[in-house]
C-alpha cells in the first residue's frame, strides 16, 4: 500500500513539473509574439507587407464629364470662371475656338480640364447647372487605394534600405566594395524619387477632383426628352427595328428563291421514283412465292367414276 502511495505521489509531482515547463514555454512564445506586433498602420520592419486597404482611408479620384451650352456665350464664360475662383479650383488646360465680340458671334465653344476641390465638386456641378444649360453629365469614381499603400509601404522599404546602404557605405573599406554599395544606392533613390512622384501626383488627384467641360453656343437650348417621348421614341425605334428585320428577312427569301427552285426540280422526282420502287418493293416482298393450284378431278374421285361405269 505504501508503495503504491509513493508512486502516486511521484506521478503526480512529474505531471505538476511537465505543466510547469509548458507555461513556460508558452509564456516565452507568447513574448516573441508579442515583440513582432506593429500598431495599426504601420509595417513591421524588413517584413515586405503592404498593408490591407481595408486598414486605411479610401483613395479615391473622381472625374466629371460636363456638356452644355449657353445662349450668351461672353457672360456664360465669364460666370464659369467666377465659379472656378469662387471653389478655389483652377483650370489645368483650356481650348477656345470661334468668335465673339458683343453681338458679333461665330461658332464659339470653349472646352476646360477644370481642378475643384474634392469636397466641393458636388456643389460645384450644382451651381454649375444654374450657370449653363447641361444636355449632360457624368461622374467617375477611381479606387486606387490598393496601388497606393501598395507604393507607401515600397517607399518605405526603399528608404530603409538607403539607410542601411549608407551605413555600410561608412563601414567600406575596399574600393570594389564601395563602387558597388554606391551602383545600388544610386538605384535605390532613383526609385525613391519615382515612387515619391507618383504619391504626389495621387495626393494631387485625390485632392482635386477633375471637371472635364465642354461649353457650346447656340440660338436655341436642347430640350430635354420627357418620359412620355422618350418612351414613344423607345417604342418606335423598336418598331422600326422590327419591321428592317422583317424587311431584311423578305430580301433574304428572294435571294435565296432561285436556289431553292433548282433545288426543288431535282429533288422532287427523285423523292417520287424512289417512293414508287420502295412502293413496289414492298409489295413484292409481301406476295407468296407460289399461289396454290387445284386440280379439277382429283384422282380418288376418277377411280370412282371408273368403278361406276364398269358395274354399269
Do not use: H
Not at 160 to 177: C, F, H, I, M
Request: proline letters at 4%; charged letters at 25%; one cysteine or more.
Amino acid at each position: 500500500m505504501k508503495k503504491l502511495v509513493f508512486i502516486f505521489l511521484a506521478a503526480l509531482l512529474c505531471f505538476s513539473l511537465s505543466g510547469c515547463g509548458a507555461n513556460s514555454l508558452n509564456g516565452e512564445k507568447a513574448s516573441d509574439s508579442y515583440s513582432t506586433e506593429t500598431a495599426p498602420g504601420e509595417t513591421p520592419e524588413n517584413s515586405g507587407v503592404s498593408l490591407r486597404p481595408e486598414a486605411t482611408e479610401r483613395k479615391l479620384i473622381y472625374t466629371s464629364e460636363v456638356f452644355a451650352e449657353t445662349k450668351d456665350f461672353d457672360t456664360a464664360k465669364a460666370a464659369v470662371d467666377g465659379l472656378i475662383s469662387q471653389y478655389q479650383g483652377y483650370l489645368e488646360s483650356s481650348s477656345f475656338s470661334g468668335y465673339s465680340r458683343g453681338e458679333e458671334k461665330e461658332d464659339c465653344s470653349l472646352d476646360y480640364t477644370i481642378r475643384i476641390p474634392a469636397e466641393s465638386l458636388s456643389d460645384f456641378l450644382a451651381e454649375l447647372e444654374d450657370k449653363v444649360n447641361v444636355t449632360s453629365s457624368n461622374t467617375y469614381m477611381e479606387d486606387v487605394t490598393g496601388s497606393y499603400v501598395d507604393t507607401e509601404a515600397r517607399l518605405k522599404s526603399l528608404r530603409q534600405e538607403e539607410t542601411r546602404l549608407l551605413e555600410l557605405l561608412e563601414q567600406a573599406e575596399s574600393l570594389e566594395e564601395i563602387l558597388q554599395l554606391e551602383d545600388r544606392l544610386s538605384n535605390v533613390r532613383y526609385e525613391i524619387e519615382s515612387m515619391t512622384s507618383q504619391l504626389q501626383i495621387y495626393d494631387d488627384e485625390i485632392a482635386y477632383s477633375t471637371v472635364n467641360l465642354s461649353l457650346r453656343d447656340v440660338t436655341e437650348y436642347t430640350i430635354r426628352p420627357s418620359f412620355g417621348s422618350r418612351s414613344w421614341e423607345a417604342f418606335t425605334g423598336g418598331w422600326t427595328s422590327f419591321v428592317n428585320a422583317l424587311q431584311g428577312f423578305v430580301l433574304a427569301f428572294l435571294w435565296l428563291l432561285p436556289f431553292l427552285i433548282v433545288i426543288a426540280v431535282i429533288t422532287v422526282p427523285i423523292v417520287i421514283f424512289t417512293r414508287r420502287s420502295a412502293k413496289k418493293r414492298r409489295a413484292r416482298l409481301s406476295a407468296p412465292p407460289f399461289a396454290p393450284v387445284q386440280e379439277k378431278n382429283p384422282p380418288a374421285v376418277v377411280a370412282e367414276e371408273e368403278k361406276k361405269d364398269q358395274n354399269e
